[in-house]
């Protein structure tokens, strides 16, 4: 029987000890050359697997290929200098990482991901997904000493993003997500422009586009941040009726846990809604019957054919265990909310 709901993950799982450092954001690999490259893809498989098995429908390669979800796509292109390290404070000074910079035109020659896609497109018959990092939080990411300001590398970003995800889209992906954290720390600018920036990066695709818009990884330094933000998150508020007038197709948003008011989900009408049931802290994980109870809720404000059922954010620096954990719950209550409604 076809399933109701179309369960994901918003994307990054934890990478096991014998690929990289563990429970880190910028992780140390654990080889290099063909041996790493092996190790990639047996954990990339074990996660693909691992997805399947606990009954999700939209399945991605965890970002098993990548160090880190900005700097995995930066890697190869050229006009980035990674020597020239530059301590910048990110997501409006909520944290101080040194990061590398740019300082010459930006150029990408091939693809970056496509060897992983097809990876992924060979492992799973399942519908798949592959996740980019939005133009404006790489242009967060990363120091500029050439372009005129952020934006106007933002949009240089995009249209390399662009060509990047059409490949991805015909190696068979069917769905690209562009994380964009960065639109909750600059709730103007993500308006202004970063927006802008996000239709260059998804022109003329051809298969389904997403927006992943969260409030961070669950690190301390965002858990302290969360605490600044009162009764009610409401970043969302401003952003959705700009997203809902876009051409992106869903919407991924932190929901678990979280103090978003549900309602905002009514600001995007015309959006599949990616919603966040399993929150991406290591110390808590849901029961089904709590990931069914946030289902029920997401219920309330948009209809059963637009809700996806999600993890709140990446779950790259929590634990493989935990994660396994979350991922079976968001499975398990997933079904429990298929058999209440059905
Ligand atoms: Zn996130």
Redesign the pocket.
């Known amino acids: 029987m076809a399933k109701i709901f179309k369960a994901t993950t918003?994307g990054s799982l934890p990478k096991p000890n014998w690929l990289a450092e563990t429970e880190k954001l910028w992780p140390a690999w654990k080889d290099s050359g063909e041996t790493l490259t092996e190790k990639k893809k047996k954990s990339a498989a074990m996660w693909i697997d691992v997805q399947e098995q606990s009954g999700l429908e939209i399945i991605s390669e965890g970002e098993q290929f990548r160090i880190h979800f900005v700097h995995g796509f930066l890697e190869t292109i050229e006009g980035i200098n990674w020597d020239k390290k530059t301590q910048m404070g990110i997501r409006n000074d909520r944290y101080v990482v040194e990061v590398p910079t740019v300082t010459e035109p930006l150029i990408k020659s091939g693809s970056i991901h496509v060897e992983e896609a097809k990876f992924l497109r060979s492992k799973s018959k399942k519908l798949t997904k592959f996740t980019l990092p939005g133009p404006m939080t790489i242009s967060d990411t990363i120091a500029n000493e050439f372009y005129a300001d952020k934006k106007t590398m933002a949009m240089e970003f995009a249209k390399l993003l662009n060509d990047e995800a059409k490949t991805l889209c015909d190696a068979g992906i069917d769905v690209i997500q562009f994380?964009e954290?960065a639109f909750n720390s600059f709730l103007e600018e993500s308006i202004e422009w970063g927006m802008d920036a996000l239709e260059v990066a998804i022109k003329g695709l051809d298969c389904k586009t997403a927006i992943?818009i969260?409030y961070?990884?669950g690190i301390e330094e965002n858990l302290n941040w969360k605490k600044t933000l009162g009764d009610q998150w409401r970043q969302y508020e401003n952003l959705f009726p700009a997203i809902n007038q876009s051409n992106i197709n869903q919407v991924s948003l932190e929901f678990a846990g979280s103090r978003v008011p549900p309602q905002l989900m009514r600001l995007l009408p015309d959006k599949e809604i990616m919603v966040g049931v399993v929150s991406v802290v290591g110390d808590h994980i849901e029961t089904s019957e709590e990931v069914e109870k946030n289902i029920m809720a997401a219920l309330a404000h948009v209809e059963v054919e637009r809700l996806i059922p999600s993890t709140?954010?990446?779950m790259a620096p929590i634990s493989v265990d935990v994660a396994k954990q979350k991922l079976k719950a968001l499975g398990e209550g997933t079904e429990r909310a298929e058999k209440r409604i059905s």
């Open positions: 918003a994380d954290p992943h969260c961070g990884y709140n954010c990446g």
